[in-house]
């Protein structure tokens, strides 16, 4: 299939980005999960697995973190994160 110019950039853009792109998507499903019940608390926590493995993090660390239920678990797992990438700046 060939791609147009600007939609090569895009894709390159993407995966350029991609890593920050998970962390940004973990971020969000953080405040989404401090909202949620349920079912949908189950599936939140499904794809923030999902950016966890998409991140290359260990299947360990996955099943902890999702084990525990535990939003603050994570958001503090991401602060670590953004703290060390701007550290570099």
Known sequence: ?????????????????????????????ISELYLAEGKKRASLWKRVA??????????????????TDNPALLASMVQKHVSKDHRSF
Request: negative net charge; charged residues 30%.
């Open 1 to 29: 299939m060939d791609h147009s110019s600007y939609q090569d950039k895009l894709i390159k853009n993407y995966y350029q980005n991609r890593e920050l792109l998970m962390w940004q998507k973990l971020s969000d499903l």
């Open 50 to 67: 999902a950016a966890m493995k998409n991140l290359g993090m260990s299947d360990e660390r996955i099943e902890y973190v999702v084990s």
